[in-house]
């Protein structure tokens, strides 16, 4: 499975962005998503999560609120919006895929033990 992540940018604290992940090469339904980000001089953090039809989702706390994880398996692309930025927020963003065709239809991930990854996508929000 390839990924593709877009949207990332420069931003004021409280402004929006949506970020998107296309994803290629594999049947893209089978396949639990999420948004993972790190900032500088820090570890690689799970921010959302999403499972296979889109109908279950994890938010860590930080985002809780602010942030929507959706997808659509018809594009085969998964979207991260993000509202009420906050300079905090700036990280390198990468979603991540993990096949989960086996697993029960509510499975999201909730660790970045995940199968494929994509290269990150920028996000700086200025205070």
């Known amino acids: 499975v390839q990924l593709q992540a877009s949207g990332g940018g420069l931003v004021q604290a409280g402004g929006s962005l949506r970020l998107s992940c296309a994803a290629s090469?594999?049947?893209?339904?089978?396949?639990?998503m999420g948004w993972f980000r790190q900032a500088p001089g820090k570890e690689r953090t799970l921010v959302a999560s999403?499972?296979?039809?889109?109908?279950?989702?994890y938010y860590a706390d930080s985002v809780k609120g602010r942030f929507t994880i959706s997808r659509d398996n018809a594009k085969s692309t998964v979207y991260l919006q993000m509202n009420s930025l906050k300079p905090e927020d700036t990280a390198v963003y990468y979603c991540?895929?993990?096949?989960?065709?086996?697993?029960?239809?509510?499975?999201?991930?909730?660790?970045?033990?995940?199968?494929?990854w994509g290269k990150g996508t920028l996000v700086t929000v200025s205070s």
């Open positions: 090469g594999d049947t893209f339904s089978s396949y639990a």
């Open positions: 999403v499972n296979k039809s889109g109908t279950s989702t």
């Open positions: 991540a895929a993990k096949n989960a065709y086996y697993s029960g239809s509510k499975y999201y991930p909730r660790t970045d033990a995940m199968d494929y």
